[in-house]
């Protein structure tokens, strides 16, 4: 069974530092993993797409790796902004399921202070 | 405006009740979901729809109906048989049923029971 876990939970950073958030998953059949973005009481807005065949990437200050073969993918943040603060989450579209299925982790919380 | 509705955007039940939350979208997509995220948890599928007058049961669907008689439209009801409904619900879509497009979330509905 495909399990997504995402560390930290929680980060609390001061402007402009470089950050990394952590997302593993158990079963490396999937056919792409996604970042997302929810703010409080919000939906989910997508921030990159990786398709199984690529190893990362990048949407402006955002980068997101993949490393299929070890079940983790990496979201890098530059210069982080207070208007980064949201939680983040990842989620992978696993092979079996016949539609287009999503297992999301946790989410890791960020919060960047001025 | 392309997007997914949802409402209302806060609901409250007393038990015993069924409601229905609204979820509507304008992209002409073939694939609807419903999601339930819960505090510190990463959503998890409820229903979905790959195609008009046709949907299935997510992870879990115990305590919920849907029903799919509009390609723009996916109301969700909760039931009285759902025994813990206080959670935030995300409504989403996709251009194709199968396969690996990103999904476009709603802005979600908090029910909360009395």
């Known amino acids: 069974k495909q399990e997504v876990t995402q560390i930290p939970a929680a980060l609390s950073v001061p402007e402009g530092e470089n950050l990394v958030l952590n997302c593993s998953f158990t079963?490396?059949?999937?056919?792409?993993l996604q970042w997302f973005r929810q703010d409080p009481g919000k939906g989910l807005t997508s921030l990159l797409l990786?398709?199984?065949?690529?190893r990362e990437q990048t949407s402006g200050r955002l980068n997101a790796s993949l490393d299929k073969s070890s079940g983790r993918s990496t979201l890098y943040i530059a210069a982080s902004q207070p208007g980064d603060s949201a939680t983040y989450l990842c989620?992978?579209?696993?092979?079996?399921?016949?539609?287009?299925?999503?297992?999301f982790g946790a989410g890791t919380r960020l919060a960047v202070h001025p | 405006d392309g997007g997914i509705t949802q409402s209302p955007k806060y609901l409250f039940r007393k038990e015993g009740q069924n409601v229905t939350l609204s979820c509507e979208q304008n992209?002409?997509?073939?694939?609807m979901y419903w999601y339930r995220q819960d505090p510190g948890q990463g959503l998890r599928l409820i229903y979905y729809s790959q195609i008009v007058n046709d949907f299935q049961k997510g992870d879990i669907a115990e305590g919920y109906s849907v029903s799919r008689e509009k390609k723009e439209s996916f109301p969700l009801t909760v039931t009285s048989a759902q025994k813990n409904p206080t959670a935030f619900y995300l409504c989403?879509?996709?251009?194709?049923?199968?396969?690996?497009?990103?999904?476009?979330f709603g802005p979600g509905t908090r029910l909360t029971v009395l």
């Open positions: 079963d490396s059949a999937i056919y792409n």
């Open positions: 992209l002409n997509h073939d694939a």
């Open positions: 989403a879509s996709s251009i194709a049923p199968v396969g690996t497009d990103t999904q476009y």
């Open positions: 989620a992978v579209s696993p092979f079996s399921g016949g539609y287009n299925k999503l297992i």
């Open positions: 990786i398709q199984s065949s690529q």
